[in-house]
């Protein structure tokens, strides 16, 4: 008989990574696997509503479990508040019901980590280390959770883009425009006025430079004035984008520029970057350490001064031949690794292997 399997998700009409995730790989894992959706419905939820929302997902997920007889769940928290409670009791839940558990941690709040392991890491490891295996996003994230006790198996993955953005094409460079993208939540630790303040730089020394800043997010009106108080010409904001106004973005695009400080799991807006065959200049965050290749893929540094930035981006104005180079390597190392086809696959032998209770640890980077 054919082992069937629950996953959680985030409502799979929304935003963010693990919506994205999730709803890319829905039809890559196959009729035997089934979507409970968790979480957040809408933006505004208050704490009462919250809590109401809360008892309901956990009724709907026992009768989901009791009805579906399942033999393994797969649940995508991230490493923070919201979910350390809300996941742990639905671990304990799915393994009142015999099912096997894989715990796929998305995020990794640092923040959250230090509380974790100061106030909750007995709760943390009752609850969590009841499931059969771990995935994480980086090989930081594996030796922290060792370094809390796990002694379950654990995976490193990576997050996935849609097959589709291989084939996308490459609007040929122009000698009068270098679009720099920068395609994110529009956020201070997501490097937002680093970007302003390197594309500054940049601009002074090469008037063809120009700045798309793709995105929303609570720094979008303070980023628009601070450009517009820096005197930052080129810049265009163009809110939210997605669909063909997305394509057209990487398609038109000579280098994506993402400066972030923030706790990233696995950044989808570079995978998706590479596979559009773009050069890519970042820093070493959650997993792109695992597997960015400094020069071959554009340019990643600790450094988070904006003049240290425009350095790596003036290389690859001057050099438009390293350019293209960096993006056809970026794109075939995207089609190798994080298309959906290769991702999902990886998935599904994971579950093959818990399910058999013979997991070991693999590195798909």
């Given at each position: 008989?054919?082992?069937?399997?629950?996953?959680?998700?985030?409502?799979?009409?929304?935003?963010?990574?693990v919506?994205?995730?999730?709803?890319?790989?829905?039809?890559?894992?196959?009729?035997?696997?089934d979507?409970f959706?968790?979480?957040?419905?809408k933006?505004?939820?208050?704490?009462?509503?919250?809590?109401?929302?809360?008892?309901?997902?956990?009724?709907?997920?026992?009768?989901?479990?009791?009805?579906?007889?399942?033999?393994?769940?797969?649940?995508?928290?991230?490493?923070?508040?919201?979910?350390l409670?809300?996941?742990?009791?639905?671990i304990?839940?799915?393994k009142a019901?015999?099912?096997?558990?894989?715990?796929f941690?998305?995020?990794?709040?640092?923040?959250?980590?230090k509380?974790l392991?100061?106030?909750?890491?007995?709760?943390f490891?009752?609850?969590?280390?009841?499931?059969d295996a771990?995935?994480?996003?980086?090989?930081?994230f594996?030796?922290?959770?060792?370094?809390?006790?796990?002694?379950?198996?654990?995976?490193?993955?990576?997050?996935?883009?849609?097959?589709?953005?291989f084939?996308?094409?490459k609007?040929?460079?122009?000698?009068?425009?270098?679009?720099?993208l920068y395609?994110?939540?529009?956020?201070?630790?997501?490097?937002?006025?680093?970007?302003?303040?390197?594309?500054?730089?940049?601009?002074?020394?090469?008037?063809?430079?120009a700045?798309l800043v793709?995105?929303?997010?609570?720094?979008?009106?303070?980023?628009?004035?601070y450009?517009?108080?820096?005197?930052?010409?080129?810049?265009?904001?163009c809110?939210?984008?997605?669909?063909?106004?997305k394509d057209?973005?990487f398609?038109?695009?000579d280098l994506f520029?993402?400066?972030?400080?923030?706790?990233?799991?696995?950044p989808?807006n570079?995978?998706?970057?590479?596979?559009?065959g773009?050069?890519?200049v970042?820093?070493?965050v959650?997993?792109?350490?695992?597997?960015?290749?400094?020069?071959?893929?554009?340019?990643?540094?600790e450094?988070?001064?904006?003049?240290d930035?425009a350095?790596?981006?003036?290389?690859?104005?001057?050099?438009?031949?390293?350019?293209?180079?960096?993006?056809?390597?970026n794109?075939a190392?995207a089609?190798?690794?994080?298309?959906?086809?290769?991702?999902?696959?990886?998935?599904?032998?994971?579950?093959?292997?818990?399910?058999?209770?013979?997991a070991v640890?693999?590195d798909?980077?």
């Amino acid at each position: 008989m054919k082992s069937k399997t629950l996953l959680t998700a985030p409502d799979l009409l929304k935003g963010g990574g693990v919506a994205s995730y999730c709803r890319m790989l829905q039809p890559y894992l196959g009729s035997d696997v089934d979507y409970f959706t968790v979480g957040s419905r809408k933006d505004d939820e208050n704490g009462w509503r919250q809590a109401t929302r809360m008892l309901v997902d956990y009724a709907g997920f026992w009768r989901k479990l009791k009805k579906g007889r399942y033999d393994l769940v797969h649940l995508n928290p991230s490493l923070g508040k919201k979910s350390l409670l809300r996941d742990g009791l639905l671990i304990k839940m799915a393994k009142a019901r015999g099912c096997k558990v894989l715990v796929f941690i998305h995020g990794w709040d640092e923040e959250f980590e230090k509380v974790l392991l100061e106030k909750y890491l007995g709760l943390f490891q009752r609850f969590y280390f009841q499931a059969d295996a771990f995935v994480v996003l980086a090989n930081e994230f594996k030796d922290k959770l060792l370094d809390m006790g796990c002694d379950k198996p654990i995976y490193v993955e990576t997050t996935t883009v849609d097959d589709s953005l291989f084939a996308l094409p490459k609007t040929p460079p122009k000698a009068d425009r270098f679009q720099i993208l920068y395609l994110a939540r529009v956020e201070k630790e997501k490097g937002i006025y680093e970007t302003l303040d390197a594309f500054h730089h940049v601009k002074n020394n090469y008037p063809q430079a120009a700045l798309l800043v793709a995105g929303d997010g609570s720094e979008l009106t303070n980023a628009r004035d601070y450009a517009v108080e820096q005197n930052i010409d080129g810049v265009e904001f163009c809110g939210y984008i997605t669909g063909s106004q997305k394509d057209a973005a990487f398609s038109e695009s000579d280098l994506f520029l993402f400066p972030t400080c923030y706790g990233e799991g696995m950044p989808i807006n570079v995978l998706e970057a590479m596979a559009c065959g773009i050069p890519v200049v970042t820093r070493p965050v959650g997993g792109l350490k695992d597997f960015f290749e400094d020069e071959h893929m554009g340019f990643i540094s600790e450094s988070k001064d904006p003049n240290d930035f425009a350095e790596m981006i003036e290389r690859l104005i001057v050099d438009r031949g390293l350019c293209l180079r960096i993006g056809d390597y970026n794109r075939a190392y995207a089609a190798e690794h994080f298309s959906l086809t290769k991702v999902a696959g990886r998935i599904r032998d994971i579950y093959a292997l818990i399910l058999r209770s013979e997991a070991v640890k693999t590195d798909p980077t």
